[in-house]
Each structure stands twice: as structure tokens, then as C-alpha cells.
């Protein structure tokens, strides 16, 4: 069974920094690529990054680009996102998901890790 836990959310300022955590279960977790995707109310999921995790390339958003890192640490099957100088706009449910590589659209989703920036 695929399980997804994030972690790492809450409440922030403006400028203010935080990272998120995901682990992953139930898969090989070397043979995938993962993202980090984003819903803030009202608005349709996006995917902010992704890394493969075979050739270490990775993808950002145009709006997050500079100021998020994804990285792994593949010994313990955990997916980060550190982001740093958050704005307002970045308030959003944030979630992992795992595909065959970074374009493809996800089979598996965790439940979400709750970020909000204040101004």
C-alpha cells in the first residue's frame, strides 16, 4: 500500500521560511520521481517542483523558482521542500505525490500539509 505523509506546515510571515517533509511507503522509492504539488482555496492544484530520483534532475515553477529547494534523502524515503522568502501567495495545502517521472500525473496522493503566510 502507497502511503504519503507530509509534514512540516503552519504559520508563517511574510519573508519567513519553513520545510516540509515527506515520507513515503509501499514503493521503491529510488525508481520514481516526486513532486511537490500546491492547492490554495479556490484555486486548481499545481505542481510547484519535482525531482527524479534516478538522475537527480529536478523542475520548478516559474512562481517558486529561487526561493524553493526540493531535495531526497533516499535512505529514508523522505521528499523535503524547503521554502524560503514565503509570500501570502504561497498559502496553500501542499502534497507529495509520486509518478514515473516529473511530467506524468500521479497515481498516489498524502493528505496534505497545511502552509500559511501572513503579511
Known amino acids: 500500500e502507497v502511503q504519503l505523509v507530509e509534514s512540516g506546515g503552519g504559520l508563517v510571515q511574510a519573508g519567513g521560511s519553513l520545510r516540509l517533509s515527506c515520507v513515503a511507503s509501499?514503493?521503491?522509492?529510488?525508481?520514481?520521481?516526486i513532486g511537490w504539488f500546491r492547492q490554495a482555496p479556490g484555486k486548481e492544484r499545481e505542481k510547484v517542483s519535482c525531482?527524479?530520483?534516478?538522475?537527480?534532475?529536478?523542475y520548478y515553477s516559474e512562481s517558486v523558482k529561487g526561493r524553493f529547494t526540493i531535495s531526497s534523502d533516499n535512505a529514508k524515503n523522505t521528499l523535503y521542500l524547503q521554502m524560503n522568502s514565503l509570500k501570502p501567495e504561497d498559502t496553500a495545502v501542499y502534497y507529495c505525490?509520486?509518478?514515473?517521472?516529473?511530467?506524468?500525473?500521479?497515481?498516489?496522493w498524502g493528505q496534505g500539509t497545511l502552509v500559511i503566510v501572513s503579511s
Open positions: 505525490a509520486p509518478s514515473a517521472w516529473c511530467g506524468s500525473t500521479p497515481d498516489y
Open positions: 525531482i527524479n530520483l534516478k538522475d537527480r534532475s529536478t
Open positions: 509501499g514503493f521503491v522509492f529510488d525508481d520514481y520521481s
